[in-house]
């Protein structure tokens, strides 16, 4: 298996778990999605909100560095994220709707990846300032993790809601493989 193609396994598993999770969201009213229910980010909208801002962050340092990545003009286009914590999208339905088209972003990255640009090093300043080189691959795959830390940070908050966000386990999108 290539890097690549884990990463687009996971761009899948993203999608996917993006879709659950938005529509056990929206079984929640905009106050219950607004309430402060004591998270890292407060509250589910907020939580929503930075993994959005996460994504437009890396995957705008992504465009930097990958070269001729068409995949990526989506994210050249944003406006920088002020903060980590910014509330880019307080109506739930606009929110949602920009989610899922950095999906398809995600996912169209995913497929154009080059193994040979996994193994480059990028550098970046983080949003503190601070000048960073690491591997590429390695920072896809953090791109990825951090994705799913917050969605289970949100899927713990829906469950103290009553509401059952079913199976998330990466395991549900990996094909079964025909064994001969």
Known sequence: MSQQS???????????????????????TKD?????????FGSIINTLNH??????????????????DKSLGYVRSLPKPSS???????????LKG????MDEVILLFAKQLKDSDLSRVISYVSTTGVRFNKNFGH???????????????VSTLL????IDLG??????????VVVV
Not at 17 to 28: E, G, H, I, K
Request: aromatic share 12%.
């Open 6 to 28: 884990n990463f687009v396994l996971m761009a899948e598993y993203n999608a996917t778990m993006n879709q659950s999770l938005y529509a056990a969201c929206s079984r929640l």
């Open 32 to 40: 219950e999605l607004l309430e402060d229910r004591k998270a890292f």
């Open 51 to 68: 993994i959005l801002i996460g994504d437009t962050i890396w995957l705008q340092r992504f465009a930097d560095h990958v070269e001729d």
């Open 84 to 94: 980590l914590d910014a509330m880019l999208y307080a109506d739930f339905s606009i």
């Open 98 to 101: 920009k989610r899922f088209e």
């Open 139 to 153: 920072i896809v795959q953090h791109f990825f993790n951090h994705q799913t830390h917050h969605r289970g940070q």
């Open 159 to 162: 469950n103290q809601q009553g």
């Open 167 to 176: 199976v998330t386990d990466l395991l549900i999108n990996i094909p079964d």
